[in-house]
């Protein structure tokens, strides 16, 4: 099972390396060489974690965390942003859905893409509960974004981290998320498809692990429903 779980997940990080190099070699080559770079330290890296007792482990792994919810507060309050394009059109929907408006309009957007019609449907939720405590939508999706963020580094993590059997692993994937752009852009300021499609896998591959460990009727309730809506 482990072996299963290491190759996927090595199958996904090459992938995605692979498709944001891109055709065109010298504009990856920047990304390529910190790819080479990172392999090469990866090991030095490793040894003198593990060699760390299980406190300094523990410390480094909150602080990074710390670091990184730091710098997300300080992108969210200062750098707004805005969306086009689809995640315009699923935010646009999902409020109109949030104030009980029902009527998808005259255009054929969500015909052509349906699976952008269950993500505007399930965004309309948190907004409709926002609004109910009385936030404005772009607070409801800052904070959005926000947990599920979190969310992501901490299953990744703790995930890692039962793999190797080592805290160690827990530290490399959240200094990962740390100093990787996407977390504060795409992830944290753009809460669209990606990052919960992202974060179901990670909650599929933790908590089918777990299962295999230690089975229990629960445990498949949350597999179940983390498959259900990823």
Request: charged letters at 10%; one cysteine or more; aromatic letters at 10%.
């Amino acid at each position: 099972m482990t072996k299963l779980v290491r190759a996927v997940l090595v199958l996904i990080l090459l992938m995605a390396t692979i498709a944001n190099l891109g055709t065109d070699l010298k504009q990856g080559r920047g990304a390529l060489l910190i790819v080479l770079a990172g392999l090469a330290l990866a090991p030095q890296v490793w040894r003198w974690l593990s060699g760390r007792s299980a406190t300094t482990k523990r410390n480094l792994c909150w602080g990074l965390l710390g670091l990184t919810v730091v710098i997300e507060l300080t992108v969210l309050l200062t750098m707004p942003t805005s969306v086009f394009h689809d995640p315009f059109r699923v935010r646009y929907q999902a409020s109109l859905l949030a104030s009980g408006h029902f009527d998808w309009g005259a255009s054929d957007y969500f015909y052509r893409y349906p699976n952008n019609a269950v993500n505007a449907v399930l965004l309309a939720g948190p907004l409709w509960v926002g609004r109910l405590v009385g936030f404005n939508d772009a607070t409801t999706l800052g904070a959005l974004g926000f947990v599920m963020t979190n969310a992501l580094i901490l299953a990744c993590a703790h995930l890692a981290s039962r793999l190797a059997k080592d805290r160690a692993a827990a530290i490399l994937v959240v200094a990962w998320f740390l100093l990787n752009s996407v977390t504060y852009t795409n992830f944290l300021q753009v809460p669209y498809s990606d990052l919960p499609s992202i974060l179901a896998v990670a909650v599929i591959l933790l908590v089918w692990q777990a299962h295999q460990e230690r089975p229990h009727w629960a445990k498949l309730l949350v597999l179940g429903g983390a498959v259900l809506v990823g």
